[in-house]
């Protein structure tokens, strides 16, 4: 329970000439894809992990987690000098913050969305730092029968607090863990799904699921909307990046709030930096005396939310730390890359590797700071990035993605794959399937089978096992209730509410 | 088609029941086991009943509630991107990096209408040059250039 050792095992971790540099190098793609039009996270991510194989897992996490956190700052960028969010979570920053850089403004919007994200990031670090190890002890007690109904909860989450529809979500889960299902099977050791190809022996690789749905996806569709937009951009001019003393005091408690909200709802499956962002937006414009300013430029709108999205990011670290439950498609991709380096994500990696942990955790600090520095000197060539035209980004992104999972199977067929689950991805956005629960299922699937043929087999046979272990009980009960609340027409309307945004 | 009003519904609906039965067939072939002994296809035939369920039930949601149609399907965009990857598979296991690079990226750029000749070449040049110096030289990845005893 000794916060500073522990930090101090973290430091010593990442404090060496390599790990600073990958963090530095993550923090920096991360900036730049989030400042580069249309290319996401989790997109990057996954174009990046099959060459992290060769890495050792701290470097390899060090690097990944930098690219999540930077995209939150990069994607700021855009979003309050071009009015692009070049995030999905940079979506309400554009309201104020756009606002602010037409008023000239541009530069204090600019240090608040910076000053705000670093305060969210040191706070997060020290809120993962003291709720990590209480949960990983919670969960050192859980057998199969706890396990199982957690990944249950962990799913069922997920979709209440996707957008669209509920069942057709809870399909894609399924889906997702069918996918999971394809390859060796462990216990029986014969090939499920395979259809006698060896190269499906090993399962599908995630790099070809994601890049596939995500990353093609992505490109037909902004291929597609190519028409529409101009093209042109439109870069507000940064002069001054002060804030003075008055702005501080008047972003400080905004950005207090939005850290807090979104450190709380960063920890919930499917909740992540989006919703945070929106929340914190709609909680300021609620409590403000002077609601009619948002929309106009006002800097609480800018404060709050970057400081939410990015507690929110780091935060949603925790059960994927502690529980190995994804609780986003990016935390879905850190588990795969933990698996390949061997490491079984759970409540165990923290007395097992404790100088993974704890680095992971000091390299989110580090990596703020040296985000903070690299964004507000550097904002000028961070711009220039976002005038690249998107024809050259599209095809760099196919040839990178078709070379890392070549290189990482060995194989021709998962590139076969890769453009199989890019066919398949268009197929379910044209029926309204949104894809990001299949990543989480087919990343829980494989332990979600396992714990289940456990508990079946120490109460030999009896499924009610779920229902009288009281843990395991609890959890199934959260699930089906908030099954139940979303089903319930009011709550309902205020979930598409809150999902939607406020944006009036 | 009066009857289906919801065409987005029907469609996810059939997706998953379909799905959910070829998978569940495959299940039983596996070996379903007993819950006291479960076997391979135990839990595969859980999720087939699942998918099968929840495919029946987005189906007759598709038949009431409010209209909506499947937009029309683009499927130019998504063809050339994927013959692109699909292309870049054949290529570099039988002739190396550099040709399935320039392959890809030639047919890839016919997604958007900024390109000219001039310029996909460079595009694909520049790209294979990057590629093979970074992923090759730079990483070590056990990735050929140039495979020359096919050519």
Redesign the interface.
């Known amino acids: 329970m000794d916060l500073f050792g522990n930090l101090a095992i973290g430091f010593g971790a990442i404090l060496t000439p390599g790990n600073l540099f990958y963090c530095f190098l993550g923090a920096a793609l991360g900036t730049m894809i989030g400042v580069l039009p249309g290319m996401g996270p989790l997109v990057t991510i996954a174009l990046l992990l099959p060459f992290t194989f060769s890495l050792d897992p701290l470097s390899a996490l060090i690097m990944l987690s930098g690219i999540f956190y930077g995209a939150q700052y990069g994607g700021s960028t855009t979003a309050i000098l071009v009015n692009l969010p070049g995030e999905e979570s940079s979506i309400v920053t554009t309201l104020d913050g756009h606002q602010m850089a037409r008023q000239g403004r541009a530069g204090q919007a600019l240090a608040a969305a910076a000053i705000s994200s670093f305060f969210a990031g040191c706070v997060a670090t020290v809120v993962i730092g003291l709720a990590a190890p209480v949960l990983s002890q919670l969960a050192f007690r859980f057998g199969p029968a706890e396990y199982f109904s957690l990944m249950v909860f962990g799913l069922v989450a997920s979709v209440v607090l996707a957008h669209g529809s509920l069942l057709k979500a809870v399909g894609m889960v399924v889906l997702g863990l069918m996918l999971g299902t394809i390859g060796t099977d462990i216990q029986s050791g014969i090939q499920r799904y395979t259809f006698g190809v060896p190269a499906l022996a090993d399962g599908v690789h995630i790099a070809a699921i994601a890049m596939g749905v995500f990353g093609i996806g992505e490109i037909v569709r902004n291929l597609t909307n190519e028409a529409s937009s101009s093209g042109q951009v439109d870069v507000r001019p940064v002069e001054r990046l002060m804030l003075s003393r008055d702005d501080l005091k008047r972003m400080f408690a905004p950005m207090l709030r939005g850290t807090l909200l979104g450190a709380l709802l960063g920890v919930l499956p499917g909740g992540g930096a989006l919703l945070a962002s929106f929340s914190a937006y709609a909680v300021e414009k609620r409590i403000s005396k002077t609601p009619e300013k948002f929309g106009h430029g006002a800097l609480e709108g800018v404060a709050a939310p970057e400081a939410a999205n990015n507690a929110g990011a780091q935060t949603s670290f925790i059960p994927m730390l502690t529980l190995g439950i994804p609780s986003n498609p990016v935390m879905a991709l850190m588990i795969s890359a933990l698996i390949v380096q061997g490491i079984e994500p759970g409540p165990a990696v923290i007395t097992l590797h404790p100088t993974l942990f704890w680095g992971v955790i000091a390299s989110m600090w580090v990596g703020n700071l040296m985000l903070l520095m690299l964004n507000l000197p550097l904002v000028g060539i961070w711009v220039s990035l976002a005038r690249i035209r998107y024809c050259y980004i599209f095809p760099t992104v196919v040839i990178f993605g078709c070379i890392g999972i070549y290189a990482v199977t060995g194989s021709a067929v998962m590139i076969f794959m890769l453009a199989a689950f890019g066919v398949a991805g268009y197929l379910c956005r044209k029926l309204d399937c949104e894809p990001a629960p299949m990543i989480l299922g087919f990343i829980i699937g494989p332990m979600m089978e396992g714990h289940l043929h456990r508990a079946l087999i120490i109460s030999q046979g009896d499924p009610t096992i779920f229902l009288k272990e009281p843990v395991s009980a609890l959890m199934l009960g959260c699930a089906a209730s908030a099954l139940i609340a979303v089903l319930l027409p009011a709550i309902r309307r205020t979930r598409d509410e809150a999902l939607t945004g406020d944006e009036s | 088609m009066q009857i289906i009003r919801n065409q ?2 029907f ?2 609906g059939l ?2 029941t379909a ?2 039965l070829g ?1 569940g067939v ?1 299940a039983i072939g ?2 379903i086991g ?11 035939a859980l ?1 087939a009943l ?2 099968t369920g ?2 029946l ?2 189906l007759s ?1 598709s038949l009431m509630g409010p209209r909506a149609r ?2 029309a ?2 499927p130019r ?2 063809g050339i ?2 013959a ?3 292309a ?3 290529i ?2 039988l002739f190396g ?1 550099i040709p ?2 320039v392959i ?2 030639v047919i ?2 016919f ?5 000219n000749w001039q310029r996909r070449l460079a ?2 040049a520049v ?1 294979a040059v990057l ?1 093979v110096a970074l ?1 090759v030289y730079v ?1 070590g ?3 050929k250039p140039l495979n020359w005893e096919l050519m």
Do not use: H, W
Request: proline share 9%; hydrophobic share 50%; with cysteine.
């Open positions: 987005k519904d469609g996810a997706m998953f799905i959910g998978y495959a596996y070996g007993s819950p006291e002994r479960p076997g391979p296809g135990f839990f595969p999720l699942a998918s929840l495919g039930a987005v949601k499947l937009e399907f683009n965009v998504l991107v994927v692109s990857v699909v870049f598979g054949l570099i296991p990096m399935a690079i890809a990226v890839s750029s997604g958007t209408r900024q390109f595009t694909a790209l590629c992923f990483l990845l056990p990735v």
